[in-house]
């Protein structure tokens, strides 16, 4: 039975770990704040957003992308000599800094 949580462990793994990496789409550092901020949840992010100003996101003008973080857990799948060690990503997350000055 172990062995069969073991392959289902190493496919999820496998699944989640295809897509890791930077941001890949740069985003707009002078523009669309909720076109970047769809295109960084889209790559799996987190979005924290820093503001100034109180005008609708719409409004808003992306002035920094920064803190990419990613936080990873490593886990050990299958028994004896097939034993592997898996990284997993558990969570992404960046800050987008906007000005809603309207």
Known sequence: MRA?????????????LAPVGEAT???VTQGDAIQTIGLLEAEGYNVVIDRV???????CIVTSVRNPQEVTR??????????ERV?????KSITVSLNCDV
């Open 4 to 16: 069969v949580w073991g392959v289902a462990a190493a496919i999820t793994a496998g699944a989640v």
């Open 25 to 27: 789409a740069q985003p």
């Open 53 to 59: 100003g109180s005008g609708p996101l719409d409004q």
């Open 74 to 83: 490593t886990f050990f799948v299958g028994e004896g000599k097939r034993r």
């Open 87 to 91: 990284t997993v990503v558990v969570s």
